[in-house]
């Protein structure tokens, strides 16, 4: 099975820096997805890792390491359309699919 | 850019009725997805094909079947509907397995 976790939800003031941590237990491991979800609307992809390190895409930032089972989403900038739900997606092929699962999603709520 | 076109955007049905949701995967994406989000909650993964097979199966009840045609787009068939299916219902679409997930902006069903 698969096990991933995010903070419920995170408050942060506009202009700040946040991070959203993700953990995951599975079997494999065939990369990580962050998505941004406002409510009602469709997942928008915001980052793709497979390999440890950190990957940069203007003010958005997005790390893993592979070996603890962890990743990071880091918002620079923060501006009150960040206000989101921030999902974690994990692909584990142990099980023959590529099938990404989701994690519950952290609630970003971003204030003046 | 085309995205992926989910129809309808809303849907108001009765218990024990049967609803069909469509989904227009973007141009040559050869993969679609369908996911269930209740509220608050992580998309649950229902069906996913490629190439017009069926490739995975999640959380999908029995009452509810799907497939893609062969122009691609997809069907999912629900039938004797519960409160329970009052839910958001994405589709997705990838390039092939195991690429990036593109979604659609849903279907919020309701079943009064």
């Known amino acids: 099975g698969q096990n991933i976790d995010q903070p419920t939800e995170m408050t942060a003031t506009e202009g700040a820096i946040v991070q959203i941590n993700c953990t995951y237990q599975t079997s494999g491991f065939n990369g990580l997805f962050w998505y941004q979800q406002h409510a009602g609307e469709a997942p928008t992809f915001l980052s793709y890792n497979v390999l440890d390190g950190l990957e940069e895409k203007g003010r958005f930032s997005s790390f893993l390491s592979r070996s603890k089972g962890y990743s990071y989403l880091l918002l620079k900038e923060l501006q009150m359309k960040d206000s989101a739900s921030y999902l974690c997606?994990?692909?584990?092929?142990?099980?023959?699919?590529?099938?990404?699962?989701f994690g519950r999603g952290t609630s970003l709520i971003v204030h003046p | 850019a085309a995205g992926v076109i989910q129809s309808p955007r809303h849907l108001i049905k009765e218990k024990r009725e049967t609803a069909t949701l469509k989904c227009y995967p973007i141009p040559r994406h050869d993969t679609v997805y369908w996911y269930q989000q209740g509220p608050g909650q992580d998309p649950q993964f229902l069906i996913s094909f490629y190439e017009k097979m069926q490739s995975d199966k999640g959380s999908i009840p029995d009452r509810f079947s799907a497939q893609q045609f062969s122009d691609y787009h997809s069907e999912l068939n629900m039938s004797s509907l519960e409160l329970g299916d009052s839910a958001l219902y994405f589709c997705a679409s990838s390039l092939s397995m195991g690429e990036k997930l593109f979604f659609g902006s849903g279907t919020q069903l309701s079943v009064l």
């Open positions: 997606a994990v692909r584990d092929p142990s099980g023959g699919s590529y099938i990404p699962t």
